[in-house]
T-cell receptor, first 112, second 116 residues
Framework: NAGVTQTPKFRILKIGQSMTLQCAQD?????MYWYRQDPGMGLKLIYY???????DKGEVPNGYNVSRSTTEDFPLRLELAAPSQTSVYFC???????????FGQGTRLTVV | AQTVTQSQPEMSVQEAETVTLSCTYD???????LFWYKQPPSRQMILVIR??????QNATENRFSVNFQKAAKSFSLKISDSQLGDTAMYFC?????????????FGKGTKLTVNP
């Protein structure tokens, strides 16, 4: 049982480049989330989805885009990378009824 | 909007002793869930314990237990018989119950160090 799988684990981007962080879950969860964690800080919600075809903004959505074409996948797109997007990114998924979210291993992204 | 506050940025405890981490939250909701997550140096987020707001009984999971005070909007985590492997960041989190906005909102975390 793979759970939540994020790729890549590490990435260095140059300013202005774009990339997609991949996230897949095999637990048939309806809810999926993208968070970022800056050093010494908690997790801030970027985007979330309550099911295929439905996405909504979180606390810090600027500079990011998401799509949810299937239940399993929830990719996060960074357009025109900026140094402020240097962070660790976590994808998570959960059932609706508050069982707690399962997290991927995280992606450490550095924008230089 | 819901907010979660962890007022202790860092704490330390001696191995085998007991430590309590504090968490308060602000919400106008009546039905919700509360969680404690552990993040060891490996960076993995691990669910430690969960509490359903409509249940009065405090949740327990082995050495971990909570003190849930709904009226005070307080949700503290007690770790008994602390072990070196408990050294980690601990995050308190809040989620509305189904029918609301099911966003998982986190506090800023408490860094716990267990000393030998």
């Amino acid at each position: 049982n793979a759970g939540v799988t994020q790729t890549p684990k590490f990435r260095i981007l140059k300013i202005g480049q774009s990339m997609t962080l991949q996230c897949a879950q095999d637990m048939n969860h309806n809810y999926m989330y993208w968070y970022r964690q800056d050093p010494g800080m908690g997790l801030k919600l970027i985007y979330y989805s309550v099911g295929a075809g439905i996405t909504d903004k979180g606390e810090v959505p600027n500079g990011y885009n998401v799509s949810r074409s299937t239940t399993e996948d929830f990719p996060l797109r960074l357009e025109l990378a900026a140094p402020s997007q240097t962070s660790v990114y976590f994808c998570a998924s959960s059932y609706p009824e508050g069982e707690g979210a399962f997290f991927g291993q995280g992606t450490r992204l550095t924008v230089v | 909007a819901q907010t979660v506050t962890q007022s202790q940025p860092e704490m330390s405890v001696q191995e085998a002793e007991t430590v309590t981490l504090s968490c308060t939250y602000d919400t106008s909701e009546n039905n919700y869930y509360l969680f404690w997550y552990k993040q060891p140096p490996s960076r993995q987020m691990i669910l430690v314990i969960r509490q359903e707001a409509y249940k009065q009984q405090n949740a327990t999971e082995n050495r971990f237990s909570v003190n849930f005070q709904k009226a005070a909007k307080s949700f503290s985590l007690k770790i008994s018989d602390s072990q070196l492997g408990d050294t980690a960041m601990y995050f308190c989190a809040f989620m509305k119950r189904r029918g609301g906005s099911e966003k998982l909102v986190f506090g800023k975390g408490t860094k716990l160090t267990v000393n030998p």
